[in-house]
Structure formats: structure tokens, C-alpha cells
């Protein structure tokens, strides 16, 4: 499985941004999927992830009602879009798919595959 995460960008605090991650080489409604971010030098955080048909979905306390996560298997991709964006939340945001229907979503262990990365800078 490929993914092409895109959408990154500056944008100023309080801004909206919406991230896209397109899937290729699998069947896409196979996976669960997630965002995680990582600054450097700092471990990877989980931000959001959705499961395989979009029923469930889940968030890190940091970012919960700002930040929501869709899927559209039609066009195998991901999606999340971060509202209210502060500084803090400036990083490398990548996605990343499970097959694991167990497992909890908020572990970067349990996904087998990742994206490139796309970066977010939010300035003051």
C-alpha cells in the first residue's frame, strides 16, 4: 500500500486546514486509518483515526472539536481537516493504515503502513 498525504501548508492561527491522504495498491476499505504528527526531536503523536467503513472514529484529547477525520473509500483517501489551529499544533502530520480490525487506534505500533508526510505550520 502507497500513501500520498498532501494539503500541508502556513497558514496563521485560528486558520482551517484540510489534509488528504490517497491510498493505492490495496483495497482501501480494508484499512483503518490515522493521523499521527511528530516534531523534531519529539515522539510521534496520535491525532485521529477512523475505521475501516467510517463508524467509528477517534481523537487525542488536544485536539478533539477542532480537528475531524473522514473517509471517502470512493477515492480511497483520508481526510482531516483541523479547525481553530493553534501554533502548537505545527508539525509533520503523516497518515497511516491498519489491518488490524483489533488493536487500539492510538498506537503508531499497530499500523502497518505510512505515508511521507506533509508539514503544518501555524504562526502566531
Known amino acids: 500500500v502507497q500513501l500520498q498525504a498532501s494539503g500541508g501548508g502556513l497558514v496563521q492561527a485560528g486558520d482551517s486546514l484540510r489534509l488528504s491522504c490517497e491510498a493505492s495498491g490495496a483495497t482501501f476499505s480494508r484499512f483503518g486509518m490515522g493521523w499521527f504528527r511528530q516534531a523534531p526531536g519529539k515522539e510521534r503523536e496520535f491525532v485521529a483515526a477512523?475505521?475501516?467503513?467510517?463508524?467509528?472514529?477517534y481523537y487525542a484529547d488536544s485536539v478533539k472539536g477542532r480537528f475531524f477525520i473522514s473517509r471517502d473509500n470512493a477515492k480511497n483517501t483520508v481526510y482531516l481537516q483541523g479547525m481553530s489551529l493553534k501554533p502548537e499544533d505545527t508539525d509533520v502530520y503523516y497518515c497511516?493504515?491498519?489491518?488490524?480490525?483489533?488493536?487500539?487506534?492510538?498506537?503508531?505500533?499497530?499500523?502497518?503502513?505510512w505515508g511521507q508526510g506533509t508539514q503544518v505550520t501555524v504562526s502566531s
Open positions: 477512523i475505521s475501516w467503513n467510517g463508524d467509528s472514529t
Open positions: 497511516a493504515a491498519k489491518t488490524r480490525v483489533l488493536g487500539a487506534p492510538e498506537l503508531d505500533y499497530e499500523y502497518d503502513y
